[in-house]
């Protein structure tokens, strides 16, 4: 499929790709237990038919399709070097298949009102029309089907003391973020996204993450470690983790994140 706007996450023209797969696996790893309260409180059940948007290399994935084993997993992803690694990193493949498919959330290569449940995170924020994903959301989700969307907003990002290296760094990514079709405020956007798309029983929560809940290095690659590889090096990334680590270690400095989570149904 041809798209020529392809947003703000382009794996293949990152210069530190090796750093975001192992980013992408930690932080999997680290919130694993929360992700799936998240998915099941938002509906998820064993046998459904599941549909994943922007699976990248399947960290996320291996845990939909434990949650879902009786039924299958689409897993859907534009980048060909992450899809390529899909197969070997879902340990148990669902009954009804697993399926990869190297696309574009907003050209969905699946049949209409085909799909149970579906989820994405962290992806909406790095395309360039949200609407339209989550509109062919709607289109292949049954009646009775779920769709869950979690993502950032960086109003939600809290540093005490603040730090001026770290308001560079998210200032400047939220430019360069913006230019490629981005957008760091998308959190608070997606329920009105749900609602136009047609989804009924939409619902929004914030949940918060702070330095006293995750390990610092985890939460920092969740705040800064993508926003940095967009700058290069115009940030001394190792310094600002060592500072910064060292002031929360002592107590003297708390980082929080929050997340949207916004769920709906297709009636």
Do not use: W
């Not at 996450?9 to 919130?31: I, K, S």
């Amino acid at each position: 499929m041809t798209n020529t706007n392809t947003g703000s996450y382009q794996f293949e023209a990152l210069n530190d790709a090796q750093f975001q797969t192992q980013r992408l696996q930690q932080q999997a790893q680290a919130v694993r237990s929360l992700e799936t309260s998240i998915l099941r409180g938002a509906g998820i059940q064993p046998t459904h038919d599941v549909l994943e948007i922007g699976s990248g290399p399947g960290f996320v994935s291996d845990l939909l399709a434990e949650l879902a084993p009786q039924g299958s997993l689409h897993a859907v992803e534009p980048s060909p070097t992450l899809i390529a690694q899909l197969e070997g990193n879902v340990r148990q493949k669902p009954a009804r298949g697993l399926f990869s498919h190297q696309a574009y959330g907003d050209a969905l290569p699946l049949a209409d009102q085909s799909i149970d449940f579906s989820y994405t995170r962290f992806v909406l924020q790095h395309v360039p029309k949200p609407q339209a994903v989550v509109q062919e959301v709607f289109r292949v989700t049954r009646p009775g089907g779920r769709f869950c969307a979690v993502d950032s907003d960086d109003g939600l990002v809290l540093f005490h003391p603040g730090e001026p290296r770290v308001d560079h760094v998210l200032h400047s990514a939220q430019s360069i973020q913006a230019s490629q079709g981005g957008d760091r405020f998308i959190g608070r956007k997606m329920q009105e996204m749900m609602l136009q798309a047609g989804f009924t029983k939409v619902k929004t929560r914030v949940m918060m993450l702070t330095s006293s809940e995750l390990p610092f290095p985890v939460l920092f690659n969740i705040l800064l470690g993508y926003k940095a590889s967009l700058l290069g090096d115009a940030v001394d990334l190792a310094k600002l983790f060592e500072d910064l680590s060292a002031d929360v270690a002592a107590g003297r400095r708390l980082v929080a994140a929050g997340v949207f989570i916004v769920s709906g149904e297709r009636a």
